[in-house]
């Protein structure tokens, strides 16, 4: 009876923490895929099915290449970071921070070099000649604002595995996403034409990094020893790239998944613009639904599991994770019957044309099948990756997509001419039975306590730690009110949920 009382008590406690680091991060996830909405339903409507392919063809070569190489680097900080900050070695978890950066920035060059010769590879690869050249204007335009997407998520990423509230930074992407981008999309679209909807997606980049940059150098909300300078040398050290790089490399890897739907959409293409626009309107906002928010609710999950496993409370960060993993299939099956209900006011807004429409109609409830599998494989991977089992998500996902899936969509879709529902039909149903049950397999049955010692071992392998710098009182102000103000909102009666997490640690068996 203890025990389940102890339980409850840490639930609720975690339970109410992890939700409201979750909820800014899930209403910024929203906002930033709204870039991806606006560019089609602004330029679908004015431009017609090209433009709007190319939109979506040109956001899916920057997630095959940038943005994947950007989520899969910083991964090796989710487990890292997290973990410094739960061993309270605060200094680290800056300093790994710009190590993060580095190792990203390092494969920039040659992904730009790639962008600006992608034309005649795609044309080789049968994509419509129509939309080929847009997808190339789309790129150049958009690898301007690139860097600012990463250091936007650096900046993210250290706060939330600090366990800091980003409020400052969801008020800024809801300005520059929800306000600004449309405006300005649309103005530029009527002066240059296409190239405005990609120059303007750059703009609204940069601004939200800058409004980001100067809400934390304004109010501080980090801890104050986390954040002793730039220090570039101690992050490009041998050895602390060398221990980095043994998890952000199978994390780069592990972004297979997102390389997927790029060769799904490739697939898609060689059907004409017509299946690419049906395709379209389900990708976009996917990414979100299944992708963007459960992300941010896993992100927040597996900062708080890390700190967790950092403290040394091995059992209550596996018990937090399946809790949390379970609510987030829950919510992923909500998500999924909303999107089948709204099936029809949502393609209304991205086509008027009767053969998309009818298309989009057929694949409809395997578009929410999707949404429920994609959503449960981002909470899990989330998992996977504080744990440090990078490697394993990444070869389970190229077994299941790349080596099952993805040739029978084609067998099914190409070489018997049922074209995007054919190709809809296998790759659904394959990636909810095949890809999610080895994955939450593997998480739930290893040993938490060896992979805690083994991220520990990894830090202190690549550890180069920097030289103290004193914090200034302005921080440690801005850093206390923010503790002062997470208690006062768990307060219930004469105790609040820290302390009640406090003593569960010591009871939980």
Known sequence: ??????????????????LRRALPLVLQAG????????????TGPRLGPAALGAVVMGNMLGNLTLRSVIGGGLSGYDALGANAFGCKEFAEVGLLAQRAALFCFAFFPPMYLLWFCIEPLLLQMGQPAAVVPLVGVYLR???LGFPAVLLNQVLNKFLVVQGCPVDGLMYVTT????GVQPILMTRMLSAVGFRGVAWSTSIVDWLRFLGGLLYVLRCQPHHPETWTGLHIRSALSRRGLAAYTRLALPGVLGMNESWYWEGLGMLIGRGGATDLAAHAVGYSFMPWVGGGLP?????????????????GHIQEAA??????????????????VIVYLARDWIVSQYTDSAATTALCVTIWPLVCIGCFSGGFFNVQAALMRTLGMHSRLAWVTFVTLWMITLPAAYIIGVHFKFGLKGIYFVHAPFRLLLMNPPLLLSWCSVSWEEQGERIRALRAMGKTQPTPMAPTKVASHAYGRVQRADQQGDH???????????????HLP
Do not use: K
């Not at 389940?4 to 109410?16: K, Y």
């Open 1 to 18: 009876m203890a025990v389940d009382q102890s339980r409850a008590e840490l639930l609720r406690a975690e339970g109410l923490t992890i």
């Open 31 to 42: 906002c930033i895929q709204a870039q991806t909405v606006w560019g089609a339903t602004i």
């Open 141 to 143: 335009g958009t690898m």
């Open 175 to 178: 300005v520059t996403n929800l």
């Open 295 to 311: 992300g941010s609710l896993g992100g927040a999950l597996g900062a708080r599991v890390g700190a967790l496993l950092g403290e």
């Open 319 to 336: 018990f937090v994770a399946r809790a949390g993993a379970a609510a987030g299939a829950a919510l992923q099956v909500l998500l999924g």
């Open 492 to 506: 219930d009666g004469d105790d609040d949920d820290a302390d009640a997490v406090g003593d569960v640690h010591g």
